[in-house]
């Protein structure tokens, strides 16, 4: 153990990487990044090693967050408790996106639903398929996840999208899923479910407003490349 005058390399470290943080705030590299949300999770330990680690495992710090516990856990040194602080900065980071998206018409506030997305299954690793209904404003009534799948596909039923709209009392949607490999290019499968699902909500007065595609390397609109 060291002694009172011999405080663990790390502890400088600490201090000083705080300090950078200070200076140049998200600036710095996604593993000093990731060192300081472990100062906390683990106090005595230098966490360096940990936090190179699990970036080169995962690839960056926005997918180390987004990974699930039980994959984190299988790099060693991540505990449960690691594994859920973790967890908890990634539902911290969704917050203020999530913020900026309530009580506003989405439909003039793309940026901002598209800053949400992102933060919320851009870095996900498997498919996820989300529905977020509107009301007659285009205000948000609820954001669903309507089906989680495998690396590269979702079962998505038409009719229950629309049952649950029904159920809202939902004029409008807009569909959302992630994929994960990175490219946001919408597959045929793509444009064929969403078409269905137009094609489903028609009758019943209930607007697609648009499919959006998210992956690491940025989005798609199938509306905005005119697939419906």
Known sequence: MPSAKEAPH????RDRLREKFAAVGDALTDYELLELVLFRAIPRRDVKPLAKALVARFGSFAEVLSAAPARLMEVEGVSAGVAADLKVIEAAGRRPARGAIRERDLLNSWSALHDYLRATMAFAPREEFRVLFLDKRNQLIADEVQGRGTADHTPVYPREVARRALELSATA????????????????????????????????????????????????????????
């Open 10 to 13: 790390y502890h400088g470290h």
């Open 173 to 228: 949607i807009i569909l959302a899923h992630n994929h994960p490999s990175g490219d946001p290019n919408p597959s045929a499968a793509d444009v064929a479910m969403t078409r269905e699902i137009v094609s489903v909500l028609a009758p019943l007065k209930i607007v697609v407003h648009d499919h959006v595609i998210l992956g690491r390397n940025g989005h798609a609109s199938l509306k905005g490349l005119k697939l419906f």
